[in-house]
């Protein structure tokens, strides 16, 4: 199996994991704000850790650094204007049932991103980071089965949500792949995917006020910050 259809399988299981999870929600539920704690505290850290300082060391030699940190500043900034734009509109101007629709829709999106740079990342990244990636994107996508469940139960979605988010992951990780994109076009699409990713994690992945684990959190952070700096030899 070619190396280079990895990210492809991998995003497979996880459009499959949704649909499965979605299943057996109501039996998960109870585990909702571990499997976000641990997973937001998986994926700060890869970022911060692993993913951030690769991006620069390895963008640096196509692109200044400032352009990087700018890309980054960009799709966390302009993600966060278009989605309260959006639902501000909506919700002034949509009835209940389409309203519904437009948040599947951003989860749509959001799992489509999730896939994209499923592959973006396994381009750079060394093989063992697309792996422990995959944990937390996963644990992700079974917290975000429930979330999906009230949505279908409030508006009354059916199938055509659980089709488009099923798939989107999958999809987004196609489309990641059949892209040829120049060095300095995919850095920056990189860093604008990862302000996109920042921006998700600190506005779904973390619970709010008092809800959450932050013991959980925080140890999950503790613990694939220590393997990444232990595996580049900083520790």
């Known amino acids: 199996m070619p190396l280079s259809f990895t990210p492809l399988i991998l995003a497979f299981i996880l459009s499959l994991v949704y649909v499965v999870s979605y299943r057996i929600s109501d039996s998960i539920e109870k585990y909702h704000e571990y499997i976000l704690s641990i997973g937001s505290g998986m994926l700060l850290a890869i970022i911060f850790v692993e993913v951030l300082p690769e991006l620069i060391e390895e963008g640096n030699k196509f692109l200044s650094s400032d352009i990087i940190a700018l890309s980054i500043l960009i799709g966390f900034t302009s993600y966060h204007l278009i989605e309260k734009y959006t639902y501000k509109h909506s919700k002034r101007t949509l009835e209940t ?124 952070l503790i613990i694939i910050s220590t393997i990444f700096l232990v595996i580049k030899g900083v520790i």
């Not at 990636?133 to 949505?151: K, N, Q, V």
């Not at 992951?169 to 489309?175: D, E, K, P, S």
């Open 97 to 220: 049932t389409r309203i519904g629709y437009l948040h599947v829709g951003g989860f749509f999106i959001d799992n489509f991103l999730e896939g994209f740079v499923l592959v973006l990342i396994f381009s750079i990244a060394t093989n063992y980071l697309i792996y422990i990636l995959f944990i937390p994107l996963l644990l992700g996508d079974i917290a975000a089965s429930t979330t999906l469940r009230h949505i279908n139960d409030k508006f009354k979605l059916g199938k055509i949500g659980i089709i488009l988010l099923s798939s989107s992951i999958f999809l987004g990780a196609v489309v990641g792949s059949l892209l040829r994109l120049n060095e300095k076009t995919f850095y920056i699409t990189l860093g604008i995917l990862t302000g996109i990713f920042i921006y998700f994690i600190t506005r779904d992945e973390i619970p709010r006020g008092r809800k959450g684990k932050p013991l959980a959190f925080l140890i999950a």
